[in-house]
């Protein structure tokens, strides 16, 4: 009886000497508080390892009410940070944009058919989240209108994923952005201009190069699809030409 205390005693004892350690194992990662946390773990994770011209083409799929209603290929070209020039269906026909300054510069027939300011979302979350210092990140997405005080945890297409702009699963409105938690790379955007919901997924990440590269990119409006986005020529410049990027060489510009 008396070994079976002791025992038993001995058991407790090392039962308490492990439950402090036992605890640590068990307890849940922290979770972030705010979306300028979620920002700053992005930049810190990726900074200095991220690409910084990415050159692709893609098949541009469209829709209508359901069906395909035509493809295009197109070529583009990003360098950061916030620079994207896009050719619509090959350069020969002049059609397409570019991204430089927070401001879009469009073209029809190689001529300059409008500009306007504008951030892009995907661009920001995407490539220029892991160059821009996280405060200058912040103030973009601010006025994105993205709530940085709201966020949520849930999965996606089988991971882990963190919600910026919006408290629950409920809110499908809001402008919010979606966050890989193990990788920290954007999975998903949604902005609403004037009560009008896009959604945009970004898909099929692959490991190219030893780089994450989304290599499909689904376009909703209010919860049809309207745009597939398959890319393929994936490669990484280690330099680009600052003139690509210019509005004023739009029509001479050429990077393969």
Not at 102 to 107: C, G, I, L, Q, S
Not at 138 to 161: C, H, P, S
Not at 170 to 175: G, K
């Amino acid at each position: 009886m008396k070994n079976q205390f002791i025992n038993r005693g001995g058991l407790l004892l090392l039962c308490l000497t492990l439950l402090p350690c036992l605890g640590y194992a068990m307890a849940p990662k922290a979770k972030y508080k705010n979306g300028s946390e979620i920002v700053k773990a992005m930049y810190k994770r990726w900074e200095g390892k991220w690409y910084p011209n990415f050159q692709f083409e893609q098949r541009a799929i469209f829709y209508e009410n359901g069906q395909v209603s035509k493809e295009e290929v197109w070529q583009e070209l990003y360098s950061q940070p916030g620079l994207l020039h896009i050719r619509f269906d090959g350069f020969e026909s002049g059609n397409g944009a570019v991204f430089a300054q927070d401001t879009v510069y469009r073209f029809q027939e190689g001529k300059l058919a409008g500009k306007m300011p504008q951030v892009h979302p995907l661009v920001l979350l995407s490539f220029d989240i892991y160059f821009l210092k996280p405060e200058e990140t912040i103030a973009k997405l601010n006025t994105l209108n993205f709530d940085l005080n709201k966020v949520y945890e849930t999965d996606w297409q089988g991971r882990k994923a963190v919600v910026v702009g919006a408290s629950n699963p409920e809110d499908v409105n809001s402008p919010q952005f979606w966050v890989d938690k193990e990788r920290l790379y954007v999975l998903r955007v949604v902005t609403n201009s004037k009560g009008s919901v896009r959604d945009v997924e970004m898909n099929n990440y692959q490991f190219i190069e030893k780089n994450w590269v989304a290599t499909e990119i689904v376009f909703k409006t209010d919860g049809a699809t309207t745009l597939r986005e398959e890319y393929f020529n994936i490669s990484f410049p280690k330099s680009t030409d600052s003139k690509w990027f210019d509005p004023e060489n739009f029509s001479n510009t050429r990077w393969q």
